[in-house]
């Protein structure tokens, strides 16, 4: 190929081999510069108990992490903000997020597969940590490692809120501690209050009582004042419908739109278990009794006054109604007002959103006996590691999940993009105090008298089932209660059909 | 021009009237290869297809007699995730769905697709119009499926906008109602595929034999005789390729699914395929999952058997009556 002397003493190449060559050499570069891009890489200088904060946090300087989350507030603003940390620790963390079914299934293929591409997940408690519980670190070894940096305020259940680290933390066993709780999502009530004034005449004439939202509001008092808005809208008034469900494609929130309204009438559950640390043996359901087949009905008749479009609409979807201002309440998630507080894309924003708890059960709905409660539930969102990972690459992951579920961190996050602490010290910053009365810089603050004063206190607060099983769970009530709603079977039928597949699913 | 041929030690001696011709073929070209010469070429391709194919389908087998989920270790179940199949109602359901997705889908396209086929074939304007036709194909199904997400959305979908003007829908969006939310998928299917249906058609439709048109209009036959007893007998294997591709698409196809309807509402959408990825990749029941997939898999493996010999049939009939 080249030009070799006569008298040479060394071998030519000849142009097949080099290009033999050449091509063997690109293959592996590639191969190589694939996986490191797409894996996590380790750098480590050891450390000492005995040395300094500052070694301690840079240990691992020069490593990567990759960190698999929801695409909600808090994964985003830490991502805006992940040079605060590179700075700290020297360690590059790659934030991938999207919805959460997805992260579901990616973490579920990793994990499951003996892998460590995402030796940081986010683990929402009963879609992701129920099931797959199997594959995530104990952090208590870290905890209690004393060459790793650790939070000046702990991690013990007093610093979060009231259960959010039983929700997320402990699944089947409190042997190990399996996430901290990096974000929050609580039901409350969303209304508007401009319209609850301006029919509030109306509605009196002909309900005899008072059109407004408190804690005492119950699902009956819900019920009227959709059937009052929908009679509105058909006698051709210029209004929104009164109220739309939990829908769409999102199974996991449509369980929690009916639980809710089933715990609030004599705190029903749907297993015979403790919520606070699920069961891999769940045993046969409650679905079918009398009070499932009672709330049922009466889920049923909101829907047929609800939005018409309503079985379309799923989470987020149903904030776009509410934004747009097609419809006057809503029962969503506290991360939400940030969003409906808008005013560049809000029509409900300018304060004509009020925020109450949850709707209370009505008295004469209950058949099991149980109290009326307000009922709320939620998802906690952990942050946890894979145990797949190497030690080293388990080390430095913690270092970052102690990073991410600072104080530091959610308040920073609460000022910035909308997130929702769990760590109750965020609350007490004189700024947070301040933002939960309007004029607030914190649009989440307007809704933490509802959710963390109210709705997570106990008798309200309902965590829901942690089951391996819950995602076909979720699937199955969504489906039969669909049916159900769209009137292809009787809200018996519907109970019926969800017990029987939901003891299969369970082997009962 | 005569020809005569006469093979020779090194090659083959050719006269072109009178004047002989030597074509030289080198000794190597005569030397007929062994198997193991062929075996050898195809072993590349064998090693990737084993790789990529083979190893996963018994892998598939092997997680079918086991139960495999979401958390550690697994245990041999026998023929249980096969026989809980029987008792499965929305493994039923799924099937019929399925057939009645990929029959609407496929008599659309072949209706339409045709038709169009025949508008464009010697049109003035057909290259332009069968580059604009093909445009929706060109699109990932995942992002045509969130396009007309959009588009058929009750809040903001133009579609929706559109046809509630026009008083064919009301507020309810057409994936919001288990009456319509079907027919959602099969018009995106349409919109997405019939070109292709087009496209397959109008290559066989340049294949017909002018002389057989010509002739049959001479008999007097009118353009559509022309084209029932002439053109469709004459592209029914460009057909069956269009079909079996369709088919099979169908099949396997789930992103405009999972996209606009995700299966819902109650199920009216929840085609097998569908099904399949939720038992799989939602609920992690690897086992059962694979057990569903089997059963696709054999029952796509027949029907397009079938297919092939019910479409064969008239094609080489065709064949025969040209030879």
């Not at chain 1, 939990?246 to 809710?260: K, N, S, V």
């Amino acid at each position: 190929m080249f030009n070799k002397p006569k008298d040479a003493i060394y071998t030519s190449i000849s142009r097949r081999r080099f290009l033999e060559l050449g091509g063997g050499v690109a293959s592996a570069l590639g191969t190589g510069a694939i996986a490191v891009g797409l894996n996590s890489v380790m750098m480590r200088t050891p450390v000492q108990a005995a040395s300094s904060p500052e070694a301690k946090m840079k240990q691992y300087a020069g490593s990567k992490l990759v960190f698999m989350s929801e695409n909600t507030p808090p994964s985003f603003a830490i991502r805006d903000k992940i040079k605060d940390f590179y700075d700290a620790t020297g360690i590059t963390v790659e934030i991938l997020t999207d919805d959460l079914p997805v992260v579901a299934q990616k973490v579920g293929i990793d994990m499951k597969s003996g892998k460590a591409d995402f030796p940081l997940v986010y683990s929402q408690d009963k879609p992701i940590g129920a099931p797959f519980a199997d594959y995530f670190a104990d952090l208590s070894k870290f905890i209690k490692d004393d060459t790793l940096p650790q939070d000046p305020e702990g991690y013990g259940a007093d610093v979060w809120f009231e259960n959010f680290l039983d929700a997320c933390g402990y699944m089947y066993t409190r042997d190990k501690l399996m996430a901290f709780p990096y974000d929050a999502a609580v039901a409350l009530t969303f209304y508007r209050q401009d319209l609850f004034e301006k029919y509030s005449k109306d509605f009196e004439k002909e309900y005899k009582y008072r059109m407004e939202f408190t804690p005492k509001t119950t699902w009956k008092n819900v019920l009227d004042y959709t059937t009052f808005f929908k009679k509105l809208k058909q006698a051709g008034q210029d209004v929104p419908y009164g109220y739309a469900q939990h829908h769409g494609t999102f199974a996991w929130t449509t369980q929690l739109d009916i639980q809710r309204m089933m715990y609030a009438h004599g705190q029903w559950n749907d297993f015979k278990i403790d919520d606070r640390l699920g069961s891999q043996k769940p045993g046969p359901t409650n679905w079918g009794d009398a009070q499932s087949v009672e709330i049922m009905k009466r889920f049923k008749e909101l829907a047929d006054v609800s939005h018409p479009d309503n079985l379309a609409n799923d989470t987020l979807q149903l904030n776009t109604v509410y934004q747009s201002g097609q419809i006057a309440m809503q029962v969503q998630y506290h991360e939400f007002a940030a969003s409906v507080e808008d005013e560049q894309k809000s029509k409900a924003a300018g304060g004509k959103t009020a925020y109450a708890p949850c709707p209370l059960g009505e008295a004469s709905w209950i058949k099991n006996g149980g109290k009326a409660v307000n009922g709320t539930n939620c998802g906690i969102g952990g942050i946890s590691i894979n145990k797949n990972a190497s030690e080293d690459i388990q080390r430095a992951a913690f270092i970052f999940a102690t990073h991410a579920v600072s104080k530091k961190v959610q308040y920073s996050v609460l000022t910035g993009l909308g997130g929702t602490p769990t760590r109750k010290s965020v609350l007490a910053e004189p700024d947070v105090v301040a933002a939960r009365k309007r004029p607030s810089k914190m649009p989440n603050a307007l809704t933490f008298e509802a959710v963390y004063d109210y709705g997570i206190k106990d008798p309200h607060f309902v965590l829901g089932p942690k089951i391996p099983e819950n995602n076909e769970y979720f699937k199955i009530i969504h489906a039969e209660t669909q049916k159900c709603v769209a009137g292809k079977q009787s809200p018996e039928e519907a109970c019926k059909a969800i017990k029987k597949q939901t003891d299969n699913a369970n082997d009962i | 021009m005569t020809q005569d041929k006469t093979s020779a030690p090194d090659g083959v001696v050719r006269y072109v009237d009178g004047a002989k011709v030597l074509d030289y073929l080198p000794h190597a070209f005569n030397v007929k290869p062994s198997s193991r010469y062929y075996f050898w070429l195809m072993a590349p391709a064998l090693i990737v297809l084993a790789a990529i194919s083979i190893y996963p389908f018994f892998w598939l087998i092997w997680m079918s007699l086991h139960n495999v989920g979401s958390s550690a270790g697994e245990t041999f179940a026998g023929l249980k995730n096969f026989e809980k199949l029987l008792t499965d109602d929305k493994f039923w359901n799924g099937w019929i769905l399925l057939f009645q997705y990929s029959g609407f889908c496929m008599f659309f396209e072949i209706g339409i697709g045709v038709l169009l086929a025949v508008i464009l074939n010697g049109n003035r304007f057909e290259n332009v119009l069968v580059t604009i036709f093909l445009m929706p194909m060109m699109m990932a199904p995942a992002i045509a499926g969130l396009v007309w997400y959009y588009l058929f959305n009750s809040t903001f979908g133009w579609y929706h906008w559109l046809l509630q003007s026009l008083g064919i829908l009301g507020e309810t969006s057409i994936i919001g109602s288990t009456d319509t939310a079907m027919a959602g998928l099969i018009i995106v299917d349409i919109w997405q595929w019939t070109p292709l249906i087009t496209l397959i058609t109008l290559a066989g439709m340049k294949r017909v034999p002018r002389d057989q048109l010509e002739a049959n209009m001479v008999d007097g036959a009118s353009a559509f005789r022309n084209f029932v007893s002439i053109t469709l007998p004459n592209i029914f294997p460009f057909l069956l390729i269009g079909i079996m591709l369709r088919f099979m698409d169908n099949f396997r196809f789930i992103d405009v699914i999972l996209a606009l309807t995700g299966g819902g509402p109650a199920d009216s959408t929840n085609v097998l395929p569908v099904y399949l990825f939720d038992v799989s990749f939602r609920y992690f029941k690897l086992g059962r999952g694979a057990a569903i997939a089997l059963t696709l898999l054999i029952v796509t493996i027949i029907l397009g058997k079938l297919l092939v010999r019910v479409f064969e049939g008239p094609a080489s009939k065709r064949t025969d009556m040209g030879s």
